[in-house]
């Protein structure tokens, strides 16, 4: 099992000078060569050992969005009990690979480049399943036809992202303005469940931002999601903060000081005791960073 960086670096994949970028079309992220070499190799690798996964990150984003970025890394999704398979292959091959985050990230590493293994999201909330395959669309990214998250999940696990170095919001307005048309709506509504009002925050700010896009919400969802909120009013008699869920850093005064009880264990959650520990222990090491 792959728990800690390898010492054993990689070769690079040498795609040309560093300060080339290679660019595949107006909606494709702009990555440099040497990046992009390695990428390849990567996915070559994983397509010839028949491990099934998706690419989502800013290769997905940009596809569905039309919006163009700059990358210097690839988010490679995946269920999880393909995890320690594709760590145990690309230790065989020689690349450093890590599994700092068990519940949801693993990591593969080149000379100076690296990709990020998903399975689940930061929260514990949006776990790969066989579904997320089952309607992942097919692209050609770095000359190879391989599948993306799709944008009904890309959406899910985006909306969750709310730290205070990064917020996911636009992404979400930037994905419905682009896909809401032809968005699975009902799957939609069935990822989010309880956290409903998540998804229902985000469609508001659409209809503020894009006033003229506003169909592209079918009118049935936020009927739906309004209903909801007018029948469920009441001050419940708890003392859970679902607050990290969006944030694994800006509520811990809440769970530490305050005593709230914490979403992302069970019953409402499914991280254990460990991941949330782990999980937070780099949150505080990065406001730690960030104040230096």
Known sequence: MASTLHKRRAAAVAGGPRSRVARHSSSHPAIKAA??????????????????????????FSHYSKIPRATADMDIFVDAPSVHPILGLFEELGYHTALPFPHWLAKIGGASESIDIIFS???GIAAVDDEWFEHAPSAHVLGRR?????????????????ERERFDGADVLHLIRQTGPDLDWPRLLRRFEETWRVLLSHLILFGFVYPGHRSHVPDWVLDNLLDRLQHDRD????????????????????????GYGDARRPPH????????DTWTVAATKRVDRRRR
């Open 269 to 276: 959650g499914r991280m254990t005791e460990s991941e949330i």
């Open 35 to 60: 990046a992009a070499g390695f990428f390849m190799e990567v996915i070559r690798t994983l397509q010839s050992s028949g491990i099934r996964f998706m690419l989502g990150g800013t290769f997905a």
């Open 235 to 258: 001050e419940l008699d708890s003392d859970v903060c679902f607050g990290t869920l969006l944030s694994r850093e800006q509520y811990l005064h809440d769970i530490q000081t305050l």
């Open 121 to 123: 999201s930061g929260n």
């Open 146 to 162: 391989v599948r993306l998250v799709p944008p009904e999940e890309l959406l899910w696990s985006k909306a969750f992202v709310q």
